[in-house]
């Protein structure tokens, strides 16, 4: 069965410096793919980032970018420049992707708070 | 770009009553459709995952008798919650992925349901 754990319960920074989450998943398929979502305080759940399996470059979108290290099965994700917006609660997920008829498994999230 | 829209935002039943909610997905194809739950200090559950043309596969815990799911077409999916009680309360999140564009899911806002 798949699993993801952020161990992370909650992380504060300030504003403009660096903060990196953790995550740690379990599958068996050989390949899967990692998103990571954030949950901003309305609620609404915004898709960041992404990465496949089988890709060895480490994803980049703006100013998110993904620790992946295959071999602890580990998927950190990393925000650089941080803002005030940015404070959310940030999801790590897995889809198995053997089999496209598959939800999403998520970890219990990281809640971020950036401070001026 | 994708967007997933869900409808109501915010509920109310009484206690051993029902209420549905729907999802509609705009500027994709909504080949899947994954309902999910949101409980108060929890992670998203899966409840089920839809796919067009084909079975609704419910995960341990949730079935058909207590959470039907409609998805008759590749924009639009609806979930009834049946005789809600106290433990049905939560946010409720529609998930849609094409699966020919798209390895992610695009989330809806949620419809919050609260159980009087």
């Known amino acids: 069965a798949q699993k993801v754990t952020q161990t992370q319960t909650s992380i504060s920074v300030v504003e403009k410096t660096t903060v990196t989450m953790d995550c740690v998943y379990e599958t068996r398929d050989s390949s899967y793919f990692l998103f990571w979502y954030k949950q901003t305080a309305s609620g609404e759940i915004v898709f960041l980032i992404r990465?496949?399996?089988?890709?060895?470059e480490n994803a980049t979108v703006g100013h998110y970018s993904l620790n992946f290290q295959k071999p602890k099965s580990s998927i950190g994700l990393i925000i650089t420049a941080t803002q005030i917006e940015d404070s959310a609660v940030y999801f790590c997920?897995?889809?198995?992707?053997?089999?496209?008829?598959?939800?999403?498994?998520f970890g219990l999230g990281t809640r971020v708070s950036v401070f001026p | 770009g994708a967007l997933v829209y869900q409808y109501p935002r915010r509920t109310i039943c009484k206690s051993g009553t029902s209420m549905r909610m729907e999802c509609q997905a705009v500027g994709f194809q909504a080949t899947s459709v994954a309902w999910y739950r949101q409980s108060p200090q929890k992670t998203f559950e899966l409840i089920a995952l839809s796919t067009v043309n084909s079975a609704i596969k419910y995960e341990q815990n949730f079935t058909q008798e207590k959470f039907p799911i409609s998805h008759p077409n590749l924009s639009f999916s609806s979930m009834t919650v049946l005789n809600a009680y106290l433990e049905d309360r939560g946010l409720y999140l529609c998930g849609a992925r094409d699966w020919g564009t798209y390895a992610e899911q695009f989330f809806g806002p949620g419809t919050r349901l609260t159980v009087l």
């Open positions: 990465q496949d399996s089988y890709k060895k």
């Open positions: 997920a897995m889809r198995e992707g053997g089999n496209y008829a598959q939800g999403l498994t």
